[in-house]
Nanobody, 121 residues
Framework: QVQLVESGGGLVQAGGSLRLSCAAS????????MGWFRQAPGKEREFVAA????????YYADSVKGRFTISRDNAKNTVYLQMNSLKPEDTAVYYC??????????????WGQGTQVTVPS
């Protein structure tokens, strides 16, 4: 069992940066791939980024490639999402998830409660 708690969301102007954190409980964190997803009002939850259990592999949605960076610190049981050059279309609730490496929601078994990111237009 893994419990996930996101933090770091907030209101930021277009072009600004935020770093989201996701703290995991449980001794098996390092055995899971981690992903970030987001859901804007009225839209489906969509994939943002994923990182393998070792951190050696990462994958990004085209919409965030070059602007967002996913990383993890297995010693701290934490995964991060550094978001730069934020745009209004990045506004969403951001969720972290633990499971199997990939872009599909179905590959992730555990989810956090989400953190709101707002980028006003």
């Amino acid at each position: 069992q893994v419990q996930l708690v996101e933090s770091g969301g907030g209101l930021v102007q277009a072009g600004g940066s935020l770093r989201l954190s996701c703290a995991a409980s449980g001794r098996t964190f390092s055995s899971y791939a981690m992903g970030w997803f987001r859901q804007a009002p009225g839209k489906e939850r969509e994939f943002v980024a994923a990182i393998s259990w070792s951190g050696g592999n990462t994958y990004y949605a085209d919409s965030v490639k070059g602007r967002f960076t996913i990383s993890r610190d297995n010693a701290k049981n934490t995964v991060y999402l550094q978001m730069n050059s934020l745009k209004p279309e990045d506004t969403a609730v951001y969720y972290c998830a633990a499971g199997l490496y990939g872009i599909s929601r179905g590959r992730y078994d555990y989810w956090g409660q989400g953190t709101q990111v707002t980028v006003p237009s």
